[in-house]
């Protein structure tokens, strides 16, 4: 039998190091809810040891006999090999050429079914294989469940985003544990015209259980696994009736932590874009982790719903924002509280809990956060070709301070910068986008308020002409489209792509340079103009100190300790 290993396991050693803890967030937004009818969803891929790079899979057929070997993506560990399709197709990040996207976050559920020996499909390579295989996001959430059980989840409890440019679907899934092969799984298709988001909790509850699925069937809202309630009926966890079953609740039941630091995220944006959410106070007591359980199955009561209609329809621009929240508008806005310190820092540095006197206690778990490896918004246009149609807005680094570049899906090379294998965790390199920005991010945590708003006027100016550029790029790779084929408008859209990559780059190279020089030692330095008969101009020199507010915390705790006499 030819034996040949596809680049997707090459490129998979290279992400050895780049775990995927239980740390990221997805926003969800269908074609009636968005601003220009394009479906969305948004991932930050959050993980101390996630180096940021953008993956790249080029289209390829593959001779008959071909095998590929599956390595773990949180370890590099591998877990075996599977027969090769025939064709792939291009995959930029998490979406494809055929304007499919995909985003995860991993809720670990049951323990007990975390893990199968002998179990050949993590998550990560379920994602990217469904990429490389899949046209619709039907089709990958097919791909993806069919994987898992026929040779075995290897992973903990996940949850995926999965679009395409019609459609956008939760997808919820966890392993049977030792003993049998597969998974138990759901997938909700959120309706149009509403929002929808998960943060490391599985969201789905009850659900119409189908004994088939008909995935032809244009009017489905549920996909499911046959045994999905079956199953839970046999490993104890549930009991009553079926239309009573409810996913989340027997699978990964909330608890305080899925409450604060999972769904306090999904919270962050529904109330944002829904009144009634923000006017809830239920909803907020849940988010701050006061869960109440009641009922025949015991289940949480006060939750979240699922998705939410938004009262304005939401724009990329919108998703972004989304991406870099603090808690802002909220009593919890993590720049308020002591832990901010003089120069407001919307960051806790780990661990998340900690304690004092034998009691417990915890820091925020913001969306935007400074172990962010890397960060998108996926766009899909129905009403362009497919070529043209995808946009990928990837960024690395903390949300807050990335910038998000325009990437078409169907771009055939990665920009050098941002490429796999420049650079790692543990490797400098002076070309990586990855270290520059988090060079700047890291310097703004030294004096947030002050440095931080330097980096928003340069991110805005970017992100701005990149927007309103979409618009006339669409326009000129469609007439290349029309006039000489897909080919050339792939090349066109391409070039463009690796342009604004490059631009970003030396763009922050630049800006770090400044801001060092500006905001060192605790300065803050504005360049003058040489005056007449001198041969040097210094610089004004500004030195604000910590805020009257700070001060007056330090008098608090010491006295007259530093009292002048």
Known sequence: MNIKLLSFSALLILLFTQQQTKACTNYLVTKGASVDGSTMISYNADSHVLYGELYHWPAQKWPEGSMLKIYEWDTGKLLGQIPQVSQTYNVVGNSNEYQVSIGETTYGGRKELQHQDGAMMDYGSMIYLALQRSKTAREAIKIMTDLANKYGYYSEGESFSVADKNEVWILELIGKGQGEKGAVWVAARIPDGYVSAHANQARITTFKYHKKNKWDNEEAMFFNSKDVISFARKKGYFSGKDKDFSFSDTYAPVDFEGARFCEMRVYSMFHVVNKEVNANPAYWEYVKGNVKHGGENGYAINRLPLYVKPDHKISVQDMMGFMRDHLEGTPLDMSKDVGAGPFHLPYRWRPLTWKVDGKEYCNERATATQQTGFTFVAQMRSWLPDGIGGIIWWGVDDASGTVYMPFYTSMTKAPENFKVGNGSMMEWSETSGFWIFNQVENFAYLAWDRIHPDIVKAQDKLENKFISEIPKTDAEALSLFEKDGMPS???????????????????????????????????????????????????KVEQPGYGEQYYRRVIKETGNQFEVK
């Open 489 to 539: 408008a792939v090349n066109f859209l391409t070039n463009y792509s690796l342009n604004a990559a490059s631009l970003t780059f030396k763009t922050w190279k630049k800006l770090y340079q400044q801001l060092f020089m500006r905001y060192m030692d605790g300065n803050i330095k504005t360049k003058t103009a040489l005056k007449p008969g001198y041969i040097m101009a210094n610089p």
